[in-house]
């Protein structure tokens, strides 16, 4: 199993934790089982080593390493021009390029902040 970090666990944990803590009852988990479902969800991500939040844009979705770029010419790719908050990227050392939404990353960042 890959090292991660009290970060990683506490990112990933607050999706838990935001369902648990609703002031309307209907916004809570409903039974038992779609809690243990998310539980096992997060345990899944939190073994394979997926990075929390403040980590997405910066680590490659590949092969794991901090070495992500823009990718000038992801337009030809992915569309003419990206949407806006939309960034192409490609790592420099396996050369996976992709699209990332980075108003996704921004608002549920901000989300489970607030729930601090």
């Known amino acids: 199993m890959p090292v991660v970090s009290d970060t990683a666990y506490h990112w990933h944990l607050t999706l838990v ?6 002031a309307n009852p209907g916004d809570r ?26 980590e997405v844009a910066t680590r490659c979705p590949s092969c794991g390493w901090q ?12 569309g003419n021009p990206n949407p806006s908050g939309v960034v192409s990227l490609i790592c ?14 921004h608002d549920n960042k901000k989300r489970l902040q607030s729930l601090k």
């Open 67 to 78: 070495k992500l770029e823009n990718f000038p010419s992801g337009h030809v790719v992915f």
């Open 29 to 54: 988990f409903q039974t038992t089982v779609s809690l243990l479902n998310l539980l096992e969800e997060v345990r899944y991500v939190v073994e394979r080593g997926y990075p929390p939040l403040e």
């Open 17 to 22: 934790f935001e369902k648990t803590i609703r």
């Open 92 to 105: 420099s050392y396996c050369g996976f390029g992709f699209v990332r939404n980075m108003n996704y990353i």
